[in-house]
Nanobody
Framework: QVQLVESGGGLVQAGGSLRLSCAAS????????MGWFRQAPGKEREFVAR????????SYADSVKGRFIISRDNAKNTVYLQMNSLKPEDTAVYYC??????????WGQGTQVTVSS
């Protein structure tokens, strides 16, 4: 059974940093693309970043480019999202997700990130 478990969310002041972790288990993820999405109150879930587990190639939403860094640790089967220079508009529930082909098939339960001004 695939499990994605996020951690690392919390309350931080604007300009601060947080690092989210996503521990993946239940299968071999070497062929998967891992992603982070977020959903703010009253808004749709939006893409934040993704990384190919095999190649390490990354992609980011324009709103976080230059501030967030996605990475993975193959030995720990964990994906990270380093979030720097946080803004109040980054406040959302952040979800870890995984896809093999076209669609994201697996989702974590989410972790709350709140950035105060």
């Amino acid at each position: 059974q695939v499990q994605l478990v996020e951690s690392g969310g919390g309350l931080v002041q604007a300009g601060g940093s947080l690092r989210l972790s996503c521990a993946a288990s239940g299968r071999t993820f070497s062929r998967y693309t891992m992603g982070w999405f977020r959903q703010a109150p009253g808004k749709e879930r939006e893409f934040v970043a993704r990384i190919s587990w095999s190649t390490g190639m990354t992609s980011y939403a324009d709103s976080v480019k230059g501030r967030f860094i996605i990475s993975r640790d193959n030995a720990k089967n964990t994906v990270y999202l380093q979030m720097n220079s946080l803004k109040p508009e980054d406040t959302a529930v952040y979800y870890c997700t995984a896809k093999l082909l076209q669609s994201y098939d697996y989702w974590g339960q989410g972790t709350q990130v709140t950035v105060s001004s």
